[in-house]
Nanobody, 118 residues
Framework: QVQLVESGGGLVQAGGSLRLSCAAS????????MGWFRQAPGKERELVGR????????YYVDSVKGRFTISRDNAKNTVYLQMNSLEPEDTAGYYC???????????WGQGTQDTVSS
């Protein structure tokens, strides 16, 4: 069983930055994909981006490309979501997840709420 614990959410003004962390219980995530998702009130959950743990390759949805960056620290078994130039539309609950393919995420964190004020 993989446990994921997120931290770093909060309230920020538009144009500001937040960095989310997702710490994992597994000793290694080689072979896993780590994804960041978000869900705004009244909306469906959406993928924000993902990172292939072994290669470090990343993917972002268009709405966050150039503003958000996903990275990982192998030694700490932690993945990060750096969010810059935040907009009110980025307000959502943010969740990290991991899986063995990009199509299926088996383990989820508890989520962290991020609010961007205008």
């Amino acid at each position: 069983q993989v446990q994921l614990v997120e931290s770093g959410g909060g309230l920020v003004q538009a144009g500001g930055s937040l960095r989310l962390s997702c710490a994992a219980s597994e000793r290694t995530f080689n072979g896993y994909v780590m994804g960041w998702f978000r869900q705004a009130p009244g909306k469906e959950r959406e993928l924000v981006g993902r990172i292939i743990w072994s290669s470090g390759g990343t993917y972002y949805v268009d709405s966050v490309k150039g503003r958000f960056t996903i990275s990982r620290d192998n030694a700490k078994n932690t993945v990060y979501l750096q969010m810059n130039s935040l907009e009110p539309e980025d307000t959502a609950g943010y969740y990290c997840a991991c899986g063995q393919t990009i199509y299926r995420y088996n383990y989820w964190g508890q989520g962290t709420q991020d609010t961007v004020s205008s």
